[in-house]
């Protein structure tokens, strides 16, 4: 009976099993599968670069854009200067020279240079050696462009009749080489500190001395309208007129602004030291100092 239930169970259990495989369950093979539908892909917003601009050229040539060559930056130059028209004629009656001492620097020097532009007469200067660097220098080149003369005044302005002949040649030497840089010429006449002189320096400098009619501007003292009266009042035919440009003189500035028209409305005409000489037909020689180009002693 047992053997019939358990045969009979079998039985059963093989039925259910082989209906389980023979359902609605059926695999399909891959070929029956629909295939997804995919989305289109999304237009590229990006710029195409130069470099693929270049690749797809139909022409053949290179669409690479370049960068503007930056143009270049000069430096400012120095503005032009019109030299004043002051060449000396034989046939002046009267004639002097305008002499500054002390300078250079970019205060003073420049408005003497100034007035001497305005009123279209051109001086000479005596340079302290010591006084020349990078920015005073441009103030001696517009001196020079402008048709006045450069000369030596000794590099220390110091007693150089105490000193040997050894440091007095370096003075003096100092300051033509520096002029030399500058104007491209050597200084034709010194005038020697305090006007003084000794032995050695006669041996030691070979130029022409010059001293001057002065006024004793280098007095804070005496006004601008004594430095004019002083100068109009003993200026002579030949007369080199010995001045100040040191810095800060402007009481001198302010004098040869006035005293010039006046003179020029007296005859006289103005040149350089050089000019002077060759105006008077006179070679300057050494071993004198001068303050009238036709003086015949050693000392004016």
């Known amino acids: 009976m047992i053997k019939k239930i358990i045969r009979f169970s079998a039985i059963l259990l093989t039925a259910g099993m082989l209906g389980g495989c023979s359902g609605n369950n059926t695999v399909s093979s891959p070929e029956?599968?629909?295939?997804?539908?995919?989305?289109?892909?999304?237009?590229?917003?990006?710029?195409?670069?130069?470099?693929?601009?270049?690749?797809?050229?139909?022409?053949?040539?290179?669409?690479?854009?370049?960068?503007?060559?930056?143009?270049?930056?000069?430096?400012?130059?120095?503005?032009?200067?019109?030299?004043?028209?002051?060449?000396?004629?034989?046939?002046?009656?009267?004639?002097?020279?305008?002499t500054f001492d002390d300078g250079p620097n970019t205060e003073t020097t420049n408005e003497v240079l100034d007035v001497l532009e305005k009123h279209q007469v051109v001086a000479s200067f005596f340079l302290i050696g010591n006084n020349i660097d990078d920015e005073s220098a441009k103030s001696v080149k517009r001196a020079y462009d402008l048709g006045c003369e450069i000369n030596n005044h000794s590099k220390s302005h110091g007693y150089m009749d105490k000193m040997?002949?050894?440091?007095?040649?370096?003075?003096?030497?100092?300051?033509?080489?520096?002029?030399?840089?500058?104007?491209?010429?050597?200084?034709?006449?010194?005038?020697?500190?305090?006007?003084?002189?000794?032995?050695?320096?006669?041996?030691?400098?070979?130029?022409?001395?010059?001293?001057?009619?002065?006024?004793?501007?280098?007095?804070?003292?005496?006004?601008?309208?004594?430095?004019?009266?002083?100068?109009?009042?003993?200026?002579?035919?030949?007369?080199?007129i010995l001045m100040h440009d040191a810095q800060g003189n402007h009481m001198t500035v302010e004098a040869i602004d006035e005293l010039i028209p006046i003179l020029k409305e007296e005859g006289y005409k103005f040149t350089t030291v050089s000019g002077l000489f060759e105006a008077k037909g006179i070679t300057p020689v050494t071993k004198m100092i001068y303050s009238n180009a036709t003086q015949q002693g050693m000392w004016g």
């Open 32 to 98: 029956s599968t629909p295939a997804p539908v995919s989305s289109p892909a999304p237009e590229s917003t990006d710029t195409p670069s130069t470099d693929s601009a270049s690749e797809n050229s139909t022409d053949g040539t290179d669409s690479t854009v370049s960068e503007p060559e930056q143009p270049e930056v000069s430096e400012p130059s120095e503005p032009a200067v019109t030299p004043i028209n002051a060449e000396p004629d034989y046939d002046w009656d009267k004639v002097i020279a305008l």
């Open 164 to 240: 040997t002949a050894e440091e007095i040649k370096a003075e003096y030497d100092y300051v033509d080489e520096k002029v030399l840089e500058i104007t491209g010429e050597h200084t034709g006449f010194f005038r020697p500190p305090y006007i003084a002189v000794g032995d050695e320096m006669w041996e030691n400098i070979d130029v022409p001395f010059i001293s001057g009619l002065g006024c004793n501007d280098w007095d804070d003292k005496v006004t601008a309208e004594m430095r004019v009266m002083a100068i109009k009042r003993n200026v002579k035919d030949g007369d080199i």
